[in-house]
Nanobody, 121 residues
């Protein structure tokens, strides 16, 4: 059983910073791409950033230069450092990981439960 657990969300003022973490646990043979998505009220879930197992990154245009994604492969953890936060960054943030549970199983996408980020004065 694979689980992704996010932490680090909360309430922050515009211009502030937050750091999200997402740790994968359980039966894990390998982890490929890990990423962060967000969903604001009334909107579709959108990609924020993702990072490959080799460290290549990709960001949504709306967060380039403000957010940084990183991962610690030894800890099966992905991070999202969010700086210069804006009210429009308010959303539930979800992590997703492409995980192969065992050598004999194919890789599949797993999602965390989500963590609320609210940017407001």
């Amino acid at each position: 059983q694979v689980q992704l657990v996010e932490s680090g969300g909360g309430l922050v003022q515009p211009g502030g910073s937050l750091r999200l973490s997402c740790a994968a646990s359980g039966s894990i043979f390998s982890i490929n791409t890990m990423g962060w998505y967000r969903q604001a009220p009334g909107k579709q879930r959108e990609l924020v950033a993702h990072i490959t197992s080799g460290g290549n990154t990709n960001y949504a245009d709306s967060v380039k230069g403000r957010f940084t994604i990183s991962r610690d492969n030894a800890k099966n953890t992905v991070y999202l450092q969010m700086n210069s936060l804006k009210p429009e960054d308010t959303a539930v943030y979800y992590c997703k990981a492409d995980i192969r549970p065992t050598l004999w199983q194919r890789a599949d996408d797993y999602w965390g439960q989500g963590t609320q980020v609210t940017v407001s004065s």
